[in-house]
């Protein structure tokens, strides 16, 4: 599977930095952000390295609807009640900061720090 060695992302998908882990299997991993702007926040991201979502490409559609398809799931198991939101940054102007595709899934009451 690709992987960058100067990748944040990459390092959390093979445990080399440590990360607070929602869920895992064969392609994904979700692990908590580490500035929540919400009382739950997660990240959603293919463990291989994709740089962001202008990377993507048809071989990529099955696990873009996996990441999404999936955010129901952690809600529930993470105890989100009341509605919550998805979110991609895309490049620079689009607030990306890891380039490394990551879906941000947040909820939990509110008022929320930011979003
Ligand atoms: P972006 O701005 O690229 O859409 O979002 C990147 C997110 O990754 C930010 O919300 C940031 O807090 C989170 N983040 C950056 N580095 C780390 C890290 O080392 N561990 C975890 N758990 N989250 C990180
Ligand atoms: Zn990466």
Known sequence: MSADPDCIFCKIAAGRIPAKKAYEDEELLVFHDIHPWAPVHVLVIPKQHIESLDAVGPEHHALLGRMMALAPRLMRE??????????????????????????????????????
């Open 78 to 115: 993470l105890g989100v009640v009341n509605g919550y939101r998805t979110v991609v940054n895309v490049g620079r102007d689009g607030g990306q900061e890891v380039p490394h595709l990551h879906l941000h899934v947040m909820g939990g009451p509110r008022p929320w720090a930011r979003g």
